[in-house]
């Protein structure tokens, strides 16, 4: 198994900028693409950002492409995601998530399902 655990949340103006930091533990993280997901309430979750495993391919969704940077360090154990430029509609719990499908990281990394160990979310509130 992977733990993971999101930190950096919090409530931030329009504008504004804020870092997550998603620590595994457990089996070796750097086994795992990586892949960041948020829900805002009364909606789906949904794909924000994912990364391979040795960081060659980034993937965004449209909305946050130039905005949010994911990246990360297999030696720390440690996903990051670094939110600029924020908007109220970016706010949302905010999930890191392991990749455990045997499809493709290519051709399914938006598919919440296609991700098998999650963090218990870190919320992010961007007010206008």
């Known amino acids: 198994q992977v733990q993971l655990v999101e930190s950096g949340g919090g409530l931030v103006q329009a504008g504004g900028s804020l870092r997550f930091t998603c620590t595994a533990s457990?089996?070796?993280?750097?086994?795992?693409?990586m892949g960041w997901f948020r829900q805002a309430p009364g909606k789906e979750r949904e794909f924000v950002a994912g990364i391979t495993i040795g960081s060659s391919s980034k993937y965004y969704k449209d909305s946050v492409n130039g905005r949010f940077t994911i990246s990360r360090d297999n030696a720390k154990n440690t996903l990051y995601l670094e939110m600029n430029s924020l908007k109220p509609e970016d706010t949302a719990l905010y999930y890191c998530?392991?990749?455990?499908?045997?499809?493709?990281?290519?051709?399914?990394?938006?598919?919440?399902?296609?991700?098998?160990?999650w963090g218990q979310g870190t919320q992010v509130t961007v007010s206008s």
């Open positions: 998530a392991a990749y455990s499908s045997r499809a493709p990281y290519s051709s399914n990394y938006a598919y919440p399902g296609a991700y098998h160990y």
């Open positions: 457990g089996r070796t993280f750097s086994s795992y693409a």
